[in-house]
């Protein structure tokens, strides 16, 4: 923290997390989709001291479990499924310890999209893929969180989030899911490491 600033004065404008961890299906895709890992990776900035508004992005690896296929002249390539999520929001923060613990909760708006993407061959040679499905659409979350600075200059830290999202999407059929209008939620936990300044 700058030098003559006393401790409750001071916080970090941008905050960068990059986290690890998994994702729940629930709603319609119960029992079609499976829990699965997940990355994530996140931007905040926060313009006051107990607020912040936040965008990100997260994957989630093979939740429907899609085992297939595409025979191509150079062989079989891999067909994985993936699955996206775009939250935009924003957060309270309520800081404790001389602000180095941070207790947060908030919640917007989330494009949601799932796709079956094809195992390229190489970065320079791309193949097509015009059995691969997606599906997508528009939902809302909410998430809880907790991280603490490991340093004393506030530039470092570690914690907890998690967003429970719920929503819509439509459009191909996916693994078993057929091709209409589902109910999707999903619960995606993550521990995060966090850059701030």
């Known amino acids: 923290m700058p030098a003559g600033l006393p401790a409750q004065s001071f916080y970090p404008h941008h905050n960068f997390t990059f986290g690890l961890g998994a994702a729940q ?3 319609d895709l119960n029992g079609l989709f499976l829990n699965r890992p997940g990355i994530s990776v996140g931007y ?9 508004i936040d965008a990100g992005f997260e994957t989630v690896f ?3 479990d899609v085992h297939d296929y595409l025979s191509t002249g150079i ?17 309270a923060i309520l800081p404790l310890a001389g602000g180095r613990l941070l207790v947060s909760g908030g919640g917007g708006g989330a494009y949601l999209r799932y ?3 094809l195992h390229q061959p190489s970065e320079d040679f791309h193949v097509d893929c015009p059995v691969c499905s997606t599906r997508d ?10 991280s603490a600075y490991v340093d004393r200059a506030q530039h470092f830290s ?11 999407t439509a459009g191909d059929a996916l693994a078993a899911v057929p091709a209409i209008r589902t109910r999707d939620h999903w619960i995606n936990t993550y521990a995060q490491f966090g850059f701030s300044f």
């Open 137 to 146: 659409g528009w939902g809302y979350y909410a998430l809880a969180g907790v």
């Open 25 to 27: 299906p629930r709603g």
């Open 62 to 64: 093979g939740g429907a």
């Open 115 to 117: 796709s079956e993407l």
């Open 158 to 168: 570690v914690g907890v989030t998690s967003r429970v999202y719920r929503g819509h």
């Open 75 to 91: 062989g079989p390539l891999r067909i994985r499924d993936f699955q996206f999520f775009f939250p935009f929001g924003g957060r």
């Open 44 to 52: 905040g900035y926060r313009f006051q001291r107990y607020f912040q």
